[in-house]
C-alpha cells in the first residue's frame, strides 16, 4: 500500500512568487493535515480536513496560505506571496479518522526555500 | 493548554549504551502521549502511543516509554543503542480543543558513536 505522497520533495523560488505544494493521502483516510515544520522544531498544525470540510485553520495564515481539498481525496497548501521566512519542511500526514486512536501516517514533505 | 518539553535538544551515546529521551508534559487533563522518529529527509514515524492504558508502552525497534502521571513524564528509553537508531525523535501529545490536535515537541537529536 502506498504511502503519503508529496509533490514536488524540493521547491526554491524568490520572495514574493507563489508556490503550490501536492498532498495524496493514504486510501480510505478521511483525515487530512498539513503541518509545518521549520528548521529543529517539531511540526506545527497548518490546516486540517476532515473529508472536504477544513475543521481546523486556526493556525493558517490566511493572507497569504490558502488550501484546498476539493473532492475530499488530495489537497493542495498554496502560499501567495511567499516570503523569506516561509522557508520550511511542509509536511502532510493523513489518518483514517480524528482523535489520537487513529494513527497519524506522515509523508516525506516538502522543502521550501525562498531567496 | 497543553505543552509538550523535551529536554535536551541533542543526545549522544555509544552503540550498546542505553538511549534515554526526556519529555515532560503539561495537561490539565489525562493526556494522550506519543513518541515519533524522523529519519533525514523523511516524514515522521509513530514509534509508541499512551492511550491512557498501560503506563509502560512498548513500540517499534525496541524503544519503551513509561507514562508517570507524578513526575508529568513520558520518556522514551532502549537498552541497546543501534547506528540506526539515529534519527531526531519527537515527543507529542493530544489535546480535544473542540477537536483533537497534536502537539509537537522541539525534537531530540540521538546520535550513536560507534
Known amino acids: 500500500e502506498a504511502g503519503v505522497v508529496q509533490s514536488p520533495r524540493y521547491k526554491i523560488i524568490e520572495k514574493k512568487q507563489p508556490v503550490a505544494f501536492w498532498c495524496n493521502p493514504i486510501?480510505?483516510?478521511?483525515?487530512l493535515y498539513w503541518y509545518l515544520q521549520n528548521l529543529g522544531q517539531g511540526p506545527e498544525l497548518l490546516i486540517r480536513?476532515?473529508?472536504?470540510?477544513?475543521?481546523?485553520d486556526s493556525q493558517l495564515p490566511k493572507d497569504r496560505f490558502s488550501a484546498e481539498r476539493l473532492k475530499g481525496v488530495d489537497s493542495t497548501l498554496k502560499i501567495q506571496p511567499a516570503e523569506l521566512g516561509d522557508s520550511a519542511v511542509y509536511l502532510c500526514?493523513?489518518?483514517f479518522g480524528q482523535g489520537p486512536t487513529y494513527q497519524q501516517f506522515f509523508g516525506p514533505g516538502t522543502r521550501l526555500t525562498v531567496l | 493548554a497543553q505543552s509538550v518539553t523535551q529536554l535536551g535538544s541533542h543526545v549522544s551515546v555509544s552503540e550498546g549504551a542505553l538511549v534515554l529521551l526526556r519529555c515532560n508534559y503539561s495537561?490539565?487533563?489525562?493526556?494522550?502521549l506519543f513518541w515519533y522518529v524522523q529519519y533525514p529527509n523523511q516524514g515522521l514515524q509513530l514509534l509508541l502511543k499512551?492511550?491512557?492504558?498501560?503506563?509502560l508502552v512498548k513500540g517499534i525497534n525496541g524503544f519503551e516509554a513509561e507514562f508517570k502521571k507524578s513526575e508529568t513524564s513520558f520518556h522514551l528509553t532502549k537498552p541497546s543503542a543501534h547506528m540506526s537508531d539515529a534519527a531526531e525523535y519527537f515527543c507529542?501529545?493530544?489535546?480535544?480543543?473542540?477537536?483533537?490536535?497534536?502537539?509537537f515537541g522541539a525534537g531530540t537529536r540521538l546520535f550513536v558513536k560507534a
Open positions: 495537561s490539565s487533563v489525562p493526556p494522550y
Open positions: 500526514a493523513s489518518s
Open positions: 480536513y476532515e473529508n472536504e470540510e477544513a475543521v481546523d
Open positions: 486510501s480510505g483516510h478521511n483525515t
Open positions: 507529542a501529545v493530544t489535546r480535544n480543543t473542540g477537536g483533537f490536535k497534536t502537539i
Open positions: 499512551y492511550t491512557s492504558a498501560a503506563t
